[in-house]
């Protein structure tokens, strides 16, 4: 049977919580202690913390990674830094560990409860609404976003065979107009060492590419950044690409490494190189480097801009969960 508890603290659950994420299906650095924890850390300040562990036999087998603010409860991680979220769940184990959670949850003083970013493949999302009419709550699943992914091939070549032509042809003049402004490098940043200098630049292509981003990077913002950039950096999931002209860097990308994927998470350039299209060419070299690391998807993540789609997106939907009593 298994039993559900409350999680007093994030200390030392590291090893554990990870090793969970692994056994299900929402493995991804957006599940992960790490993410999590900084989370809590940045934004957690007047929630109430509520997150739950379901074991079997004292085996983790669930985590609810909740918190609580007013009446409503919700997934950690938050939305506006997080494309994919989901209640962490050993493959196998989603009905036997979502109806413990909801036991336990229902008698508890809240009116509304929503689980955001859920992606299509979620097992919450198909599972979750069921469970909870069993107990009395009605669940509404609302579309939220698209997240725009290429499937990728095993050659660059083969890529661009696959864009329309009219993208094909775009792509491939904007190169040689970049090409033809002076000695262009784009590379990999070693992430090992320098960190925080390389994050200076980053930041600061993030701040000076559009209005929306300098004000989304405020101070509270960039602490999480740094923090979560370092962690990511720790579990060998982070990427930094950056585009130089004559040695100075006009556009950056910040990317995680997951596996057979790379998940673009940010981006910034310098709008004064905007017209050599810098910061869609950067994108397009991540989805080059992608294939040649034997890559077999590159997620955009969430939002529609243009540029996704210029490059081969397609949109996979994201849905959130609101669960009210009846």
């Not at 090893?15 to 924890?37: C, D, I, P, Q, Y």
């Not at 689980?115 to 599972?127: G, K, N, W």
């Not at 698209?146 to 091939?153: A, M, N, Q, W």
């Not at 913002?221 to 004559?246: P, S």
Request: aromatic share 10%; hydrophobic share 40%; with cysteine.
């Amino acid at each position: 049977m298994v039993s559900v508890s409350r999680i007093e603290s994030l200390d030392g659950l590291s090893n554990e919580w990870n090793e969970l994420v692994g056994r299900s299906k929402a493995n991804r650095v957006f599940s992960t202690w790490e993410w999590h924890s900084t989370w809590w850390q940045c934004f957690g300040q007047g929630a109430e913390f509520l997150a739950l562990a379901a074991r079997q036999d004292g085996r983790l087998v669930g985590i609810a990674p909740l918190f609580k603010r007013g009446e409503r409860v919700g997934l950690m991680g938050g939305t506006d830094v997080s494309d994919y979220l989901d209640v962490i769940i050993a493959s196998g184990w989603e009905t036997e560990v979502l109806n413990a959670f909801l036991e336990y949850l229902v008698p508890l003083p809240w009116t509304a409860m929503e689980v955001q970013c859920l992606r299509c493949d979620s097992m919450t999302l198909t599972t979750l609404p069921r469970l909870a009419s069993d107990h009395g709550l009605v669940v509404e699943v609302v579309p939220m976003d698209v997240c725009p992914r290429v499937s990728l091939p095993a050659t660059w070549d083969e890529y661009l065979a696959r864009l329309s032509k009219k993208d094909r042809h775009e792509l491939r003049r904007k190169i040689r107009r970049l090409e033809s402004a002076g000695p262009v490098r784009w590379h990999v940043a070693n992430v090992a060492v320098g960190l925080d200098s390389k994050l200076d630049s980053f930041l600061k292509l993030m701040r000076v590419s559009h209005s929306g981003k300098a004000a989304f990077m405020d101070e509270r913002m960039e602490r999480f950044f740094r923090a979560m950039a370092e962690r990511v950096r720790d579990r060998g999931e982070l990427k930094l690409y950056f585009l130089e002209i004559e040695d100075k860097r006009v556009a950056g990308a910040m990317c995680f490494d997951q596996g057979d994927e790379l998940l673009l998470y940010n981006s910034g350039f310098d709008r004064d190189y905007g017209h050599l299209s810098v910061g869609l060419l950067l994108k397009a070299f991540c989805l080059r480097d992608a294939i040649a690391t034997g890559k077999k998807e590159f997620d955009f993540l969430r939002g529609e801009e243009p540029y996704k789609y210029d490059l081969g997106g397609v949109d996979q939907p994201i849905y959130r969960l609101e669960v009210r009593r009846g």
